[in-house]
């Protein structure tokens, strides 16, 4: 991928990228149900590309669904896996865009300063982290990228800013102008965007967190998620979580809540930051996510 900006005050600029995409989503049947699971790799270029290692990981997967029921309905402590929360994440990023506070679609307009999360959470953009594979030195209007928390230690610092939205909401541009093709309209987007990892394994989480459900899957994204309000209601599924250990499967369940409020209940993160399939300037990030309380739909 090979992104130029010129314009005939003299600006020339080009940047290039390349990396390589692997799906794998193997199937098993039994008794009549079917059970699949994928697993998705990203590399630099296709020989970095580490399939069977993936491969593995999803048949595992799948194998390990197989017998899976409902859990009973109620308030659960939920436990995000890393690409769960990066799809929230990626969801409702929106709401961090300047434009989006230009048009009134945002609820965090004009809350700079204020707490908007828990203390344990920090949301960066960074265009240069080293844990994802694409790397932005400028953005659409050829401005020099640079990393900043938008949420630090729960506080919001910043929205995503263009020239335009920045001048319109008497901020300073944070470098994330972007157009999708050469007629698109100019937007705004994150560069590489996640929660930031703390220290602790996934284990570790998970047996402070004691009981509660471990999220692995959600479906439904598009069509359960209202960006604007934050709300969401999404297909899922994952394992019960008893004694701080993960326990038996669980399919068929709806996950539910707002995504603002999920901000504020976040009690913990663990250190196994991931990152999504490349796409548009960037990548969406993420460790494992313990949320103090989410509805759950069952039996």
């Known amino acids: 991928m090979c992104i130029r900006d010129s314009n005939s005050r003299g600006l020339d600029l080009s940047d290039e990228t390349c990396y390589a995409v692997g799906v ?51 308030r659960y402590a939920v436990a995000l896996a890393p ?34 999360a828990a203390p344990v959470l920090t949301l960066r953009d ?16 050829g401005v020099p990228t640079f990393g900043k928390d938008l949420i630090e230690k729960g506080v919001l610092k910043t929205l995503l800013h263009n020239r335009k939205t920045a001048a319109l909401l008497g901020a300073e541009t944070t470098a994330n102008a972007y157009k999708a093709g050469a007629s698109a309209p100019l937007g705004v987007t994150p560069t590489n965007l996640y929660f930031t990892p703390s220290d602790r394994s996934r284990a570790q989480l998970l047996a402070e967190m004691g009981e509660g459900v471990f999220i692995t899957n959600v479906k439904g994204l598009h069509a359960g998620a209202n960006p604007t309000t934050g709300d969401f209601s999404l297909e899922a599924k994952g394992y019960l979580v008893t004694g701080g250990q993960l326990g038996r499967p669980v399919s068929g369940i709806t996950v539910a809540g707002n995504f603002y409020q999920l901000l504020k209940d976040v009690r913990g993160l663990a250190d196994d930051l991931a990152f999504d399939a490349p796409g548009g300037a960037g990548q969406i990030g993420s460790p494992t996510v313990w949320v103090d309380g989410l509805s759950v739909s069952g039996r």
Not at 51 to 66: C, G, M, R, Y
Not at 84 to 113: H, I, M, Q
Not at 126 to 141: G, S, T, V
């Open 24 to 74: 794998i989503g193997p199937t098993a049947k039994e008794g009549g149900r079917s059970y699949n699971e994928y697993e998705v790799t990203s590399a630099p270029d296709p020989s970095a590309l580490d399939l069977p290692s993936a491969a593995q990981k999803a048949v595992e997967a799948t194998l390990s669904f197989i017998g899976s029921e409902p859990a009973d309905t109620g």
């Open 83 to 116: 690409e769960v929360a990066c799809d929230l994440l990626g969801t409702f990023s929106g709401v961090f865009s300047g434009l989006s506070a230009v048009k009134g679609l945002s609820l965090l307009k004009g809350r700079e300063g204020e707490a908007v």
């Open 126 to 141: 960074d265009p240069f982290c080293m844990e994802a594979i694409l790397h932005r030195r400028f953005d659409d209007q």
